[in-house]
């Protein structure tokens, strides 16, 4: 069965600053999707980012990118321009291509902004 | 479109009783998801239903039943509510043909308390 390892709990930034969440998860196949989610105190779950491992080119939308490294099991998320509306726990999210595989979680790091 | 949505937000259990968490999505996604939240665990699967007529176990079904009663609904049943299961408690859905995207969408979550 496939983990998702979320080592650093808690993590703090000034605003307008860059933080990089680091996320590591272990598989045995080769097709899968990576995801960043973000949960806010409102505790809606959103989803950040997306990254498909047959893709080489890290995903990116707007200040938020990862680095994907599929020979380490890697994929770090990187917040560019922290903004205060950061502030939220961010779990990084793991699911294989067949149709009816699930999705597993890390379990989250809470991050906080600071103005 | 309202997206996912649950019923109820808040809910306060005693000991044994009894109760039924309803989800609904209007995305019509073939697969629906029902997930726990416990503080530093993450998000663990309970049940999961691939498309309407089928459920089956995720990794913490214990004490739960579903219900897929049809392509928009799924519900949660804690037949004899227990203090272990105090949680966070979120629907999901996903389109599990679309190619682009296996990302899930969650619903705003419910907060259950057994006392």
């Known amino acids: 069965a496939q983990t998702v390892t979320q080592s650093q709990p808690e993590m703090s930034v000034q605003e307008a600053e860059t933080v990089t969440l680091s996320c590591t998860y272990d598989t045995s196949e080769n097709n899968y999707y990576l995801f960043w989610y973000k949960q806010p105190p409102s505790r809606q779950m959103i989803l950040v980012i997306r990254?498909?491992?047959?893709?080489?080119q890290n995903a990116t939308e707007n200040r938020f990118s990862v680095n994907f490294q599929k020979a380490a099991k890697s994929f770090s998320l990187k917040i560019s321009d922290s903004q205060l509306g950061d502030t939220a726990m961010y779990f990084c999210a793991f699911k294989h291509t067949g149709a009816n595989s699930k999705l597993t979680f890390g379990k989250g790091i809470t991050l906080s902004v600071r103005p | 479109n309202a997206g996912v949505t649950q019923t109820p937000k808040f809910q306060v259990l005693k000991t044994g009783q009894s109760m039924t968490l309803q989800c609904a999505q209007d995305m019509n996604h073939n697969s629906m998801y029902w997930y726990r939240q416990d503080p530093g665990m993450g998000l663990r699967l309970i049940y999961y239903?691939?498309?309407?007529?089928?459920?089956d176990k995720g990794e913490v079904p214990n004490g739960y039943n579903v219900s897929r009663l049809n392509k928009r609904e799924f519900s949660l049943r804690l037949e004899s509510a227990a203090p272990s299961q105090t949680s966070v408690y979120f629907c999901?859905?996903?389109?599990?043909?679309?190619?682009?995207?296996?990302?899930?969408?969650f619903g705003p979550g419910t907060r259950l308390t057994v006392t």
């Open positions: 239903s691939a498309s309407e007529g089928t459920t």
């Open positions: 999901a859905s996903s389109e599990r043909r679309s190619h682009y995207s296996y990302e899930q969408y």
């Open positions: 990254q498909e491992a047959y893709k080489q």
